[in-house]
């Protein structure tokens, strides 16, 4: 299955599922990391690692256009399924339903909880005893697609943000591979329509 990667940042998940499509028995490799943050780190990490990138800055283009660019790119490297990993942007409707069943996600909480963003914060906030992290199909709802799989970790006394943070990315970088490869494996190969 050729699975594109987006990302804004960082990019560790995305490093994670790279790193696992190397193993001999990933039903996957990743054929495009695309990034709407042309300085985002991840993909100097993807270029060095001989993956291929695509850049592009939404800055002062119609979303419309934006968007046909990235399908356009993700339609020339043959991409079948697409991974988000830290892409924070919101994908417009006409974008989820042209790869509608195609698109997965990794959100930092426990799905149904704590949809958006500062999922930790408001998980200590709450007195909650475990956070973790879910790969969730995408769709029109913000976090809101069919949970694909979830990893759970405690939340300890005095966990500050970045504590648990660092604690759920490490169960991302295991689940999101984990769960991507168990997805694609029961699907038929879909070419992109
Ligand atoms: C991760 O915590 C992911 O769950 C969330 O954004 C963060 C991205 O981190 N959607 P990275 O760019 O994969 O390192």
């Given at each position: 299955?050729?699975v594109?990667?987006l990302?804004?940042?960082?990019?560790?998940?995305?490093?994670?599922?790279?790193?696992?499509?190397?193993e001999?028995q990933?039903?996957?490799?990743?054929?495009?990391?695309?990034?709407d943050?042309p300085?985002?780190?991840?993909?100097?990490w993807?270029?060095?690692r001989?993956?291929?990138?695509?850049a592009k800055?939404?800055?002062?283009?119609p979303?419309?256009?934006?968007?046909?660019?990235i399908?356009?790119?993700?339609?020339?490297?043959?991409?079948?399924?697409?991974?988000l990993a830290?892409?924070?942007?919101?994908?417009?409707?006409?974008?989820?339903?042209?790869?509608?069943?195609?698109?997965?996600n990794?959100?930092p909480?426990l799905?149904?909880?704590?949809?958006?963003l500062d999922?930790h914060?408001?998980?200590?906030?709450?007195?909650?005893?475990?956070?973790?992290c879910?790969?969730?199909?995408?769709t029109?709802?913000l976090?809101?697609?069919?949970?694909?799989?979830?990893?759970?970790?405690?939340?300890?006394?005095?966990?500050?943000?970045?504590a648990?943070a660092?604690?759920v990315?490490?169960?991302?970088?295991?689940l999101?591979p984990?769960?991507?490869?168990?997805w694609?494996?029961?699907r038929?190969?879909?070419?992109?329509?």
């Amino acid at each position: 299955h050729r699975v594109g990667v987006l990302i804004s940042g960082r990019g560790s998940n995305m490093a994670a599922l790279v790193e696992a499509s190397r193993e001999p028995q990933c039903p996957y490799q990743i054929v495009l990391v695309a990034s709407d943050k042309p300085e985002a780190p991840g993909l100097a990490w993807a270029a060095e690692r001989g993956v291929a990138t695509f850049a592009k800055s939404p800055k002062g283009i119609p979303k419309a256009e934006y968007e046909a660019a990235i399908d356009a790119a993700l339609r020339e490297a043959g991409v079948e399924a697409i991974a988000l990993a830290g892409y924070m942007r919101l994908l417009s409707d006409d974008f989820v339903g042209k790869w509608r069943g195609r698109v997965i996600n990794i959100h930092p909480s426990l799905l149904p909880k704590y949809k958006g963003l500062d999922t930790h914060a408001r998980a200590i906030a709450a007195g909650d005893a475990v956070a973790g992290c879910s790969v969730h199909l995408v769709t029109e709802e913000l976090d809101g697609g069919e949970v694909l799989g979830q990893a759970q970790v405690p939340i300890l006394p005095g966990d500050t943000v970045d504590a648990l943070a660092e604690r759920v990315l490490a169960e991302e970088h295991k689940l999101y591979p984990r769960t991507l490869s168990a997805w694609l494996n029961r699907r038929k190969p879909v070419s992109a329509a």
